[in-house]
């Protein structure tokens, strides 16, 4: 048997294996071009706004390659040009028993743009108010976990405590069923600040106060 692409002898699949590997890939890119957008706070957008895990760039490469050898090493790399990456994607791994290097390069495309985190801190947005009154914040941050820490949209200090803003009731109400489990005293209060296609949205108030 003979190699059908150079005549060699044929190794597997009727090529030696020079053109088996040649023809064989490591791992392909699903999209030449990827288009995203960014926020100054460091989140990216492709179906919905995230929070890059690694960084955005290795978080869209591991989205954006399918596998399809034995990978043992892979490393991405890229330069910026204006408002494009070049992301250089190299891997090294067997196919067929065969070992190989590869290297391949996709473009991902970015446009600033404001989060909708940023967007709603930015415009005061908020659906609850924590009304903190003699307990202390370092109370309040104990309950709230770090990654919700973006649904303070605003912190305010008043006389006798503070008023914490949220983006979000069912994070406010987490919040204070965890502030009724420290022996709080709490009172929650509800405005009506407008109608929604036909329903009426409420804003949540909750006094947090100690005991007694
Ligand atoms: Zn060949
Ligand atoms: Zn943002």
Redesign the pocket.
């Known amino acids: 048997m003979f190699?059908i692409?150079?005549?060699?002898p044929a190794w597997k699949d009727n090529?030696?294996k020079?053109?088996f590997l040649e023809k064989n890939e490591l791992f392909s890119i699903k999209n030449s071009v990827v288009r995203i957008k960014e926020c100054s706070c460091g989140r990216y957008f492709i179906k919905k706004w995230v929070k890059p895990k690694k960084s955005i760039i290795e978080d869209i490469t591991n989205d954006n390659i399918k596998l399809l050898g034995d990978i043992s090493e892979k490393s991405v790399s890229w330069k910026r040009k204006g408002n494009k990456y070049i992301v250089r994607v190299r891997a090294v791994g067997t196919i067929g028993g065969l070992q190989k290097e590869e290297e391949k390069e996709y473009i991902i495309i970015t446009r600033k743009n404001m989060c909708d985190v940023c967007t709603k801190r930015e415009g005061n947005y908020y659906e609850a108010q924590i009304q903190l009154r003699g307990v202390s914040l370092k109370k309040f941050f104990s309950i709230l976990p770090k990654k919700d820490r973006d649904k303070i949209t605003k912190l305010e200090k008043v006389r006798n405590g503070f008023n914490i803003y949220l983006s979000d009731k069912k994070m406010a109400k987490k919040i204070i069923v965890g502030m009724k489990r420290l022996n709080l005293n709490i009172k929650p209060s509800y405005k009506l600040v407008g109608m929604k296609k036909g329903r009426k949205i409420y804003r949540d108030y909750y006094s947090v106060k100690p005991l007694g």
């Open positions: 190699c692409k150079c005549g060699k090529l030696c020079e053109c």
